[in-house]
């Protein structure tokens, strides 16, 4: 059974950080590139950032360039996002999915989300 299980998500302060982590089993972890999206209420969810787990490639949205940090732990099939310097518009609902090709992401598989609030 495919699943990714996203966890440490929750409630911080502006200027605060959180780390969430996307583990993922049921599949060939190496062959997957790794993706952050989020969904804020009444908006479209928007691709956050991607990982390639085959080399490491990264991506980042504008809106979070030089304050989050994606990387991937390939022995554990767990990607992590460290967002720093968080401010009250990254607050969403945060879910990693797990797509086959890095350069064209669709996500093949999704976690169920964690929440993320940050506070003003």
């Known amino acids: 059974e495919v699943q990714l299980v996203e966890s440490g998500g929750g409630l911080v302060q502006a200027g605060g950080s959180l780390r969430l982590s996307c583990a993922a089993s049921?599949?060939?972890?190496?062959?997957?590139?790794i993706g952050w999206f989020r969904q804020a209420p009444g908006k479209e969810r928007e691709g956050v950032s991607c990982i390639s787990s085959s080399d490491g490639s990264t991506y980042y949205a504008d809106s979070v360039k030089g304050r989050f940090t994606i990387s991937s732990d390939n022995a554990k099939n767990t990607v992590y996002l460290q967002m720093n310097s968080l401010k009250p518009e990254d607050t969403a609902v945060y879910y990693c999915a797990a797509g086959r090709n890095y350069y064209h992401f669709a996500g093949d598989y999704w976690g169920q989300g964690t929440q993320v609030t940050v506070s003003s």
């Open positions: 049921g599949f060939t972890f190496d062959d997957y590139a």
